[in-house]
């Protein structure tokens, strides 16, 4: 546990609650509640009353059905007798249910850089070790990097698109050449799509477990917390190869025992309004992404914003010799801005910010992102 970095999100909240009036850029959550039917279906929980008791360590089987037609619907992924879903308590444990079941103590996992950092977490409490593998300047996937990067240790690679911290979504010429390679070396392609429906500017999100022949090494990942605003609910899924199925039940069952079954009555009532529920809101998010954007972008003297065609976040280089954390701690205090330090997401070498943007309205956004540039010109000119 030593070599576990702390989690940031919990100590940047504190410095928010400490700092009354700090508006956030920091969290990774939308600023809508989940959709009627979701609550709706709360009623069918409560009527039977076997739902009180245990029910399946990898979901229950209705639930499991609606996240079948979704995978065919929405991500072109067939479940057969090559694979299986398993529901969890967010992707956050279906990450960590992945590493204790493909990995012993000493194994390796290549991540990408920035990484989304509970994935580099993960890792260490799994006693296993990140190699982290930089991207381009544009935050795509380096194959040949990766490539020269597996050694007899490696496990997987994981990646995430629409990708957090930088907003990047990979090209499926570029995801296959990294489901490819993990195929041709006997390892994993861990594939994170959290953020699978928020994409702008015509990007287009690939699931990797789509592609033909995946089945036998690809672990694709899940979640309701963004699209539905399922955040404290607690639910997402796994699609893993069937020889992991027992592994992961194995981990599930001393873990959890099963996936809240409240919430996955819920899950079933916010996946049968379907990608329409999340389309809705995108409009507005489209909106405060291109008031952030566009103010960001006015003061390039001070920082530099890559594309970001998904997710809701810009990943930005501070033109500055501060500390990233010591300027994150100075723009709550002084500016009542809270943004999150990109020394978390695994970058060393200089000053970066992660910037969220989709729980804000648009006049909120507008006097946040306001706060920040001037914060930034006064402390970094």
Request: with cysteine; net charge neutral.
């Amino acid at each position: 546990m030593d070599r576990v970095q702390s989690p940031l999100i919990p100590l940047v909240g504190k410095l928010i609650q400490n700092n009354p009036g700090t508006i956030s850029l920091g969290q990774g959550v939308v600023n809508y509640p989940p959709p009627e039917q979701a609550i709706a279906s709360l009623q069918s929980f409560l009527a039977e009353s076997n739902n009180h008791l245990y029910q399946g360590v990898t979901g229950i089987e209705p639930l499991k059905a609606v996240i079948q037609a979704k995978l065919a619907t929405d991500n072109q992924i067939e479940i057969n007798h090559q694979n299986s879903i398993v529901v969890t308590a967010g992707s956050n444990m279906a990450f960590m249910n992945a590493m204790l079941a493909i990995t012993k103590a000493g194994d390796e996992i290549i991540l990408n850089t920035p990484y989304y950092f509970n994935h580099e977490m993960a890792i260490a409490i799994a006693n296993c070790y990140p190699v982290l593998v930089s991207t381009t300047k544009d935050y795509q996937l380096d194959i040949k990097a990766l490539s020269q990067a597996i050694t007899p240790k490696t496990k997987a690679i994981v990646t995430i698109s629409p990708n957090n911290p930088t907003g990047a979504v990979y090209s499926a010429d570029s995801l296959q050449g990294v489901n490819d390679l993990c195929r041709d070396r006997g390892i994993y392609h861990i594939s994170d799509e959290a953020y699978e429906y928020f994409t702008y500017d015509g990007a287009k999100h690939y699931s990797p477990g789509s592609f033909p022949h995946s089945e036998a090494h690809t672990i694709s990942l899940f979640s309701l917390s963004k699209a539905y605003g399922f955040a404290s609910w607690r639910i997402g899924y796994m699609v893993i190869p069937q020889h992991l199925l027992m592994p992961i039940e194995k981990v599930q069952d001393t873990n959890l025992i099963c996936p809240p079954v409240v919430s996955q009555y819920a899950a079933m009532g916010a996946l049968k309004t379907g990608i329409v529920y999340c389309q809705q809101h995108l409009p507005q998010i489209t909106r405060v992404r291109e008031i952030v954007g566009n103010q960001l972008r006015s003061i390039p003297h001070l920082c530099q914003v890559s594309s970001a065609s998904g997710a809701f976040y810009f990943f930005l280089k501070i033109n500055t010799k501060l500390d990233d954390l010591k300027l994150v701690k100075q723009l709550v205090k002084q500016y009542r801005v809270a943004v999150i330090p990109g020394s978390t997401f695994g970058i060393e070498n200089g000053c970066y910010l992660r910037v969220a943007y989709g729980s804000l309205q648009p006049s909120t956004a507008k006097l946040g992102i306001e706060r920040l540039v001037i914060g930034l010109q006064d402390i970094c000119s």
